[in-house]
């Protein structure tokens, strides 16, 4: 039993300009827009070639689609594309008409000669009873021919037998299929849209349900999205793909199918939408008074280093290796012995973030990025910072704001330390582990991850993606339950 499935042929989409090789089999990734009834003339004698009667295709490369999409917003959230009327032609070449060319726009359409042929034989076939299956056939033979010059066919003898047989053609309607024939609707591109939609709904619902999970965001403050959308007049369904991009660092080929999105449009919804959303968010950082601090002081603070107002610390996150010498060796890091991006964030005792600094190259000290990032321009009169070891050499920094920094003390190679040194290194290394907990959950976002390798098209959005994390991270539970 033969169970292949056929399906009827369809020409590929090809950009009509002459000098664009370009077509959706060979380059699956663009986009094709359909050129308008009214841009066909004009714009065929833009690029030198004859204006036919079928319609013409016009490829990404060759359009700006904020400026010449009539319903940008609208396209972006997955719906049809159509050009404006004064939409102008873009990065092409004009190339004079050939014979070739001219051959070519005047091979018969399917639609009007061929559709005459096939008329004209069923009419005679009718007279002599012959199957339309057969006529069908022989009148796609000779569509054929007329767009090739070859050999002469000799007329097909149809034996008498065929004659008697009686009409088995399957309507329109059907279509073959591994369990025999079935209805075939003309409305299926519609139906498959309403599929995709549906499908895109569903995990809509999914992610409102469990939005920690997704992206990152408590579900007390799903509210926030809408806000967002209104003050920065963007759409709300673009902050959650945003969102959900940090969240869960999926390629954007397989948040295309998830979300039933062209893949180039979601790359472009990221890339705007996170610039919005880091201005928004820069405002959830900040370092409160320290009366607010105490306030929320945990228990192990409040026995000894209850003047604490900041815990510091710098982490790393890995990119690709840059193919510019001199930035390899920049971003080369000794500790992670790879190339990464270095922060410094600081958070209060209770696991509020209240700083975070641009990033620089991974083999900068750490005492370079507290002084370049101007973190103690942040701090107020009197403040007292809690640091690992090296940060040693910033107290020279601290001072100039009469400021105290705790850390462990420094630790010699052929001298050992003392009873009251140990027990101040365990103390100080239990307190500020918060800061390392505040980290964890920033690495929580997958692009965010110490070995994510961001791609180097992401790496002048890591500020902006890291000041959202840091935002969402604020918004989330305290990280100590007693506070």
């Known amino acids: 039993m033969n169970t292949n499935t056929y399906q009827r042929y369809k020409d590929p989409k ?15 990734d663009l986009k094709f827009f359909t050129v308008r009834k009214e841009l066909k003339e004009r714009w065929c004698q833009m690029v030198g070639r004859k204006c036919p009667s079928r319609a013409l295709f016009c490829c990404e490369d060759h ?24 939409a102008t032609l873009k990065n092409f070449s004009k190339k004079p008409l050939t014979a070739i060319n001219m051959n070519m726009e005047d091979r018969p359409s399917t639609s009007s000669a061929a559709g005459m042929q096939i008329d004209s034989a069923i009419q005679c076939d009718k007279r002599i009873g012959v199957s339309n299956k057969y006529v069908m056939a022989q009148a796609k033979t000779q569509t054929r021919a007329t767009q090739f010059r070859g050999r002469k066919i000799k007329e097909r003898v149809i034996p008498s037998r065929m004659m008697q047989l009686p009409n088995t053609e399957e309507s329109p309607n059907q279509s073959p299929s591994l369990f025999g024939t079935s209805n075939f609707d003309s409305s299926s591109s519609a ?19 469990k939005p920690k999970l997704f992206l990152g965001l408590p579900k007390s403050f799903w509210w926030i999205i809408n806000f967002i959308a209104q003050e920065c007049s963007c759409l709300a369904f673009h902050i959650i793909l945003t969102f959900f991009k940090l969240k869960n660092n999926d390629s954007f080929a397989r948040m295309s199918e998830e979300f039933q999105m062209a893949r180039s449009t979601i790359r472009l919804v990221f890339e705007k939408n996170v610039v919005v959303l880091s201005t928004y968010f820069q405002n959830c950082i900040y370092l409160p008074p320290l009366t607010e601090i105490k306030k929320k002081l945990p228990l192990a603070f409040k026995i000894r280093y209850s003047n604490v107002q900041c815990i510091i610390d710098c982490f790393e996150i890995q990119i690709e290796k840059p193919s510019d010498p001199e930035k390899q060796a920049q971003t080369w890091s000794q500790y992670k012995s790879c190339n990464t991006i270095k922060y410094l964030i600081g958070c209060t005792p209770a696991g509020y973030i209240s700083f975070i600094s641009q990033g620089y190259g991974g083999r900068t000290s750490d005492k370079a990025i507290t002084e370049w990032s101007g973190f103690v321009d942040v701090l107020p009169l009197n403040a007292v910072i809690m640091a690992d070891r090296g940060f040693k050499e910033i107290e020279s920094l601290l001072s100039t704001k009469n400021g105290k920094l705790l850390r462990p003390p420094s630790v010699f190679a052929n001298q050992k330390m003392l009873k009251k040194d140990v027990i101040k290194t365990k103390v100080i290394a239990s307190l500020r582990v918060h800061v390392e907990r505040v980290i964890r959950r920033i690495r929580e976002f997958h692009m965010l991850k110490p070995h994510s390798v961001v791609n180097n098209k992401h790496i002048k959005y890591l500020d902006d993606l890291v000041i959202i994390a840091c935002g969402l991270s604020n918004l989330q539970n305290p990280i100590i339950k007693d506070v």
């Open 14 to 28: 090809t950009c009509f300009i002459p000098t664009c090789s370009k077509t959706d089999l060979k380059n699956p």
């Open 63 to 86: 359009l700006n689609f904020e400026e010449d999409l009539e319903n940008y917003g609208q396209w972006i959230s997955g719906a049809k594309p159509r050009l404006k009327i004064n």
């Open 191 to 209: 139906q498959q849209e309403h599929i995709e939609k549906r499908g895109r709904e569903h995990l809509l619902k999914i992610i409102a349900n």
